[in-house]
């Protein structure tokens, strides 16, 4: 079994940056994808950024895009997400996810392609 662990939310004001962590346990495995989801109360979970974990290539939700910067250890047992310029519309629940199957483009930010998922972690934008 996996284990996703995040860790760096908090409250912040707008414009601020950020840097969340997601902490993987359990198994090691080089490919397939690791992948970050927020949900903001009343919404539907929704994609933000993955990152192949052989290579590193990038996917990024388009609220995000300049703004949010997915990456990983050497290890590849450790993701990060490093957001910048946060707005209030920002604040959810971030989820670290994970899976261990090639995904094509066109299904990667689809939450249900992901079989491993962390507790969250609450990230409050707000003046």
């Known amino acids: 079994q996996v284990q996703l662990v995040e860790s760096g939310g908090g409250l912040v004001q707008p414009g601020d940056s950020l840097r969340l962590s997601c902490a993987a346990s359990g198994r090691s495995f080089s490919r397939g994808i690791l992948a970050w989801f927020r949900q903001a109360p009343g919404k539907d979970r929704e994609f933000v950024a993955a990152?192949?974990?052989?290579?590193?290539?990038?996917n990024y939700a388009n609220s995000v895009k300049g703004r949010f910067t997915i990456s990983k250890d050497r290890s590849k047992e450790t993701v990060y997400l490093q957001m910048s310029a946060l707005r209030p519309e920002d604040t959810a629940v971030y989820y670290c996810?994970?899976?261990?199957?090639?995904?094509?483009?066109?299904?990667?930010?689809?939450?249900?392609?992901?079989?491993?998922w962390g507790q969250g972690t609450q990230v409050t934008v707000s003046s």
């Open positions: 990152i192949r974990r052989s290579l590193g290539t990038t």
């Open positions: 996810a994970g899976t261990g199957r090639t995904l094509i483009l066109s299904t990667i930010a689809q939450s249900g392609e992901y079989e491993y």
